[in-house]
């Protein structure tokens, strides 16, 4: 270092969350861009992991945008993959995808299919669809990076859903067996699902404990809570010794009111002239 040369000082807690909440409202803006596309999808999914994402890759992510294969990157899993559009526009907030590119979003010949494609989309890890792999995968990564000496660490975005699924708990014992400190799997429990409400289709809490007796650090937040977010993310950097959880709880149609309220909000169809009113409740809220 020569004597003109200068550390940055890192920014203050308050200043990362006020920054992740503009990322956070420009993932919502884009994802509402890319339902108008198609007038209907998962949009309320996406609204309500939109803090997540931002605040995943954009303060916690290690990646570089212009190379999404760079060998050193972190790996982000979205194992539920008709969560796409909402891992779209967060690849958009972070310069992997172009934002203009948004808009062909479920087109033919598009790289945005409406489910998560990997050899389609650049920096979609997986493809997603049928529920219950995410972790099983994210288990087998983090193996191998650690057989090879890396530092990368692999984040699993899943649903509480996904939790009716056996698989995902046998890759929670086997992340736990390995002390695979190197993973952290993060929970959008949103209490709902394509049947109905998650706690009528099969019951799954008290989901911290049952993490916690499977041996996972685990920890649970408002998921909209980007400040609480922060927390419990730079609290999974640093835990050693085993896999850590975050288990968030969400709204879906965070931030639009419009949406929040809707009776049938797993997969919701959005009159064309709701588009717009959407947009603008998401603005005022953002401004207030």
């Known amino acids: 270092m020569t004597s003109t040369d200068t550390i940055a000082e890192a920014p203050t807690r308050q200043e990362r969350i006020s920054r992740l909440r503009e990322s956070a409202h420009r993932i919502r803006h884009n994802a509402l861009l890319m339902g108008e596309v198609q007038g209907q999808g998962y949009i309320g999914q996406a609204l ?85 792999h995410g972790l099983t995968v994210a288990a087998g990564m983090a193996l191998g990076l650690r057989r090879l000496g890396s530092e990368s660490r692999i984040f699993n975005l899943l649903s509480d859903g996904e939790l ?28 709902l699902q394509a049947d109905g409400p998650t706690a009528t289709v099969l019951r799954t809490e008290p989901v911290t404990d049952k993490w916690r007796a499977f041996g996972w650090h685990a920890v649970r937040v408002d998921g909209n809570d980007i400040g609480a977010l922060v927390d419990a993310f730079d609290e999974a950097a640093a835990h050693r010794g085993s896999p850590s959880v975050i288990v968030c709880d969400t709204r879906i149609g965070r931030g639009v009111p419009l949406l929040e309220n809707r009776e049938k909000a797993h997969f919701m169809r959005v009159e064309e002239h709701e588009w717009q009113i959407a947009r603008t409740q998401l603005e005022e809220g953002f401004t207030r």
């Open 164 to 191: 009716d699924e056996g698989s995902t708990w046998e890759a929670a014992l086997e992340c736990s067996s390995h002390e695979l400190d190197n993973v952290t799997a993060i929970v959008d429990v949103n209490a």
């Open 48 to 132: 309500g992991v939109a803090d997540i994402l931002a605040v995943a890759y954009c303060d916690q992510l290690r990646f570089r945008p212009e190379d999404p294969e760079w060998v050193g990157r972190d790996r982000f899993l979205l194992s539920i993959g008709h969560y796409a559009i909402a891992l779209y526009a967060a690849l958009a907030e972070a310069g992997t995808i172009p934002v203009s590119e948004l808009e062909t979003y479920g087109s033919d010949e598009s790289r945005l299919p409406m489910s998560g494609m990997a050899s389609y989309t650049p920096g979609m890890e997986i493809s997603g669809g049928s529920l219950g």
